[in-house]
């Protein structure tokens, strides 16, 4: 009984302790929370310095934002229940004063307390960035896996490693760890957060599924490639850790050797000077027991994340298709219908469903489609109801009838483009004929250069290839536009090149020589050429026509009625 008596105190001491720390944390839920922020970010913007109350009301002013409004009395009053909850401890520095009434202004002086001060650090990184996306510091891992490397040939060597390098590489390499442990945890936490959504649009489905499959594959990768070598290393240094931290104990104390002789002072030590450190960074890459390592729970989280993405596309999909599931607005509806009075729950029930009362609009059904008298009005057909019927009872139409809307700006502006393309093809018509005979002399614009290339394409795609006496020649390379009134010859002339300089650049065409030259549409009144053929032979080879045509005999001519029309007009 005496024992468990003598263990009470120190078990309610170690409530109080864990009430009084946990009661820093009020503030940041109090109505005025963003008054006490203000507070505590000017006191954590100092080192070892007690402010007053007049210190404090100038530094908020300069500060602006909720803090600057506060008088005195309230600031004192916001004060006081910092101190209360441990995150302000009052000041003892002697206070020195002129006066009586600056005594009484800066004899209440504050400091901030560690707790606070840790606290407050932690709320301003949540404050910061904690919707944001972290990156994982997948390079640091490398830097860990070097320096357990390193470190284990430094343990393994003949004398043991030095003290001091020793201590550098562990501090370094629990920074490190540190560092990228923890961008691990923040970005599968912002993952878990995102993909637990289901209102993902399409474009943010597609977002997330790339950062799935390409970055967290990476980092799986990358960790799966390290995990195994890591925990290699720290199985090579772990017999060596006892005497080599025992060394570095002997060579720096640290902070440990002052406050030996202060037992209400706990010292908290830096990363890796104790075993636990170590064991806890190995059970981060090697299973112990019944705990899977946190490389195995690294697994399973991407392979969550991957079943939580593949939800997220079927609901999509059975959203498209017409069968998404109105969980959530039901249980709002639910609510809404909970706390309404009944005359609201009828008007929510008619907002919500349609259903309004019987109204006999007189629509006629169909004609051609007679339904029995037992069919339900549930699922028999339906009557489609004009807009006008269904919206204001009235089959009167309203407004008037919209005009027709005039295109005549639009087609008098596409005219005048048209003339304007016709004016530029015009001109770099006749800047090509006036270049004729001298394209190596004189350097066309861009328009008469593509018009150039546009006839001798045309005119190439014309000409027909023979062969004569050992060479190649060509025929018909001709092109014409009766538009522009211009055409183009190209001849294959062997050991002669022509040049065609423009301001876009200069083409040489080897063993062919180009002429450009005028031409005009025949002028009305001059003869039509004699055709090829006589018109028997084009008779002869016509098509069958719907009447048969009566053939000429020797006696009687045949008349221009009983030709076909085609015969006439050649005839003519």
Request: aromatic share 6%; net charge negative; with cysteine.
């Amino acid at each position: 009984m005496e024992g468990k008596e003598g263990n009470a105190p120190r078990g309610q001491e170690t409530d109080a302790e864990a009430w009084q720390r946990l009661s820093a944390y009020a503030y940041l839920s109090a109505p005025e929370r963003l008054e006490y922020v203000a507070v505590m970010r000017v006191f954590c913007g100092t080192l070892l310095a007690d402010l007053s109350v007049p210190d404090l009301l100038t530094r908020l002013a300069e500060r602006g934002g909720p803090g600057a409004g506060l008088d005195a009395e309230t600031l004192t009053r916001r004060l006081e229940e910092l101190v209360r909850w441990g995150n302000l401890l009052r000041s003892t520095h002697t206070v020195r004063a002129t006066s009586i009434s600056e005594y009484q202004r800066s004899r209440s002086r504050y400091q901030l307390s560690k707790l606070g001060e840790r606290v407050q650090r932690d709320a301003d990184e949540v404050l910061a960035g904690a919707d944001a996306a972290r990156e994982v510091s997948s390079e640091l891992l490398a830097l860990v896996d070097r320096g357990l490397r390193e470190l284990a040939a430094l343990a393994a060597a003949p004398g043991g490693a030095d003290p001091q390098q020793a201590l550098e590489r562990i501090s370094t390499l629990f920074v490190q760890f540190t560092g990228f442990a923890d961008s691990v945890r923040d970005f599968y936490a912002y993952l878990g957060q995102v993909l637990a959504r289901y209102d993902l649009d399409s474009a943010e489905y597609q977002g997330f599924k790339e950062l799935l499959l390409d970055y967290v594959e990476a980092i799986t990768e990358d960790v799966s490639f390290r995990a195994p070598r890591i925990a290699a290393h720290l199985d090579a240094v772990r017999p060596h850790l006892p005497a080599l931290l025992d060394r570095i104990d002997a060579h720096t104390a640290g902070i440990g050797a002052p406050v030996d002789g202060l037992p209400e002072t706990r010292v908290q030590r830096s990363r890796g000077r104790d075993l636990a450190d170590w064991e806890g960074m190995r059970e981060w890459f090697t299973a112990t027991g019944a705990h899977p390592s946190q490389v195995d729970q690294l697994r399973d989280a991407t392979l969550r994340a991957l079943r939580s993405l593949l939800a997220n596309a079927k609901r999509m999909l059975r959203s498209a298709s017409g069968e998404m599931s109105r969980r959530k607005d039901l249980l709002r509806l639910a609510a809404w219908f909970d706390a309404a009075e009944p005359e609201e729950a009828h008007d929510l029930a008619v907002a919500a469903f349609g259903l309004y009362g019987a109204r006999h609009l007189g629509v006629a059904p169909d004609p051609d489609r007679s339904v029995p008298a037992y069919v339900s009005w549930w699922t028999g057909p339906v009557v489609d109801v004009p807009v006008a019927l269904r919206e204001r009872g009235s089959r009167s139409p309203r407004g008037r009838a919209a005009a027709a809307e005039d295109h005549g700006e639009q087609k008098r502006r596409l005219v005048e483009q048209a003339r304007q393309q016709a004016e530029a093809r015009q001109a770099a018509a006749e800047e090509l004929r006036s270049a004729s005979g001298r394209f190596d002399q004189v350097r066309l614009g861009a328009p008469a250069m593509r018009l150039l290339l546009e006839l001798l394409t045309t005119a190439l795609g014309n000409a027909r290839l023979h062969r004569e006496s050992g060479d190649f020649l060509l025929d018909g390379a001709r092109a014409d536009d009766a538009d522009l009134g211009i055409r183009l010859t190209a001849r294959r002339t062997p050991g002669r090149s022509t040049v065609l300089r423009s301001v876009d650049g200069d083409l040489t065409a080897d063993d062919l020589t180009v002429t450009v030259e005028h031409t005009s549409a025949p002028v009305a009144g001059e003869p039509v050429p004699a055709l090829s053929e006589p018109v028997s032979a084009l008779k002869d080879s016509m098509p069958t026509l719907k009447e048969p045509v009566p053939a000429p005999n020797d006696s009687t001519p045949a008349s221009e009625e009983s030709m076909p029309e085609v015969v006439r007009e050649a005839s003519a």
